[in-house]
């Protein structure tokens, strides 16, 4: 088993900054590749963004490239998200989440991959 706590929402206007945190226990932390998801109201919950093991390899989607950066220490057994220029659009609960399987970074886009997830932390972006 594995318990994620994301910490690092609130509300922020546009153009803003936020880091999130989620910081992960139970399990060999490198072992597991960890995204980000977040869930608009009356929306989906879509992928936002990934790191390899090592975190030496990331995917971002599209909405996000150029503005997220996720990163992670396994020394500390954390996996962040640092959102820059943030937009209205960007509004949403942010989850973090851990897969244990094995395979390309670019491949860990659904979330059905994903094993365990976090209680989710709200970002509010106003204009």
């Known amino acids: 088993q594995v318990q994620l706590v994301e910490s690092g929402g609130g509300l922020v206007q546009a153009g803003g900054s936020l880091r999130l945190s989620c910081a992960a226990s139970?399990?060999?932390?490198?072992?597991?590749?960890m995204g980000w998801f977040r869930q608009a109201p009356g929306k989906e919950r879509e992928f936002v963004a990934a790191?390899?093991?090592?975190?030496?390899?990331?995917y971002y989607v599209d909405s996000v490239k150029g503005r997220f950066t996720i990163s992670r220490d396994n020394a500390k057994s954390t996996v962040y998200l640092q959102m820059n220029s943030l937009k209205p659009e960007d509004t949403a609960v942010y989850y973090c989440?851990?897969?244990?399987?094995?395979?390309?970074?670019?491949?860990?886009?659904?979330?059905?991959?994903?094993?365990?997830w976090g209680q989710g932390t709200q970002v509010t972006v106003s204009s």
């Open positions: 989440a851990a897969c244990s399987k094995l395979g390309p970074i670019a491949t860990a886009t659904a979330s059905t991959l994903y094993d365990y």
């Open positions: 790191i390899s093991r090592g975190g030496l390899n990331t």
């Open positions: 139970g399990r060999t932390f490198n072992s597991l590749r």
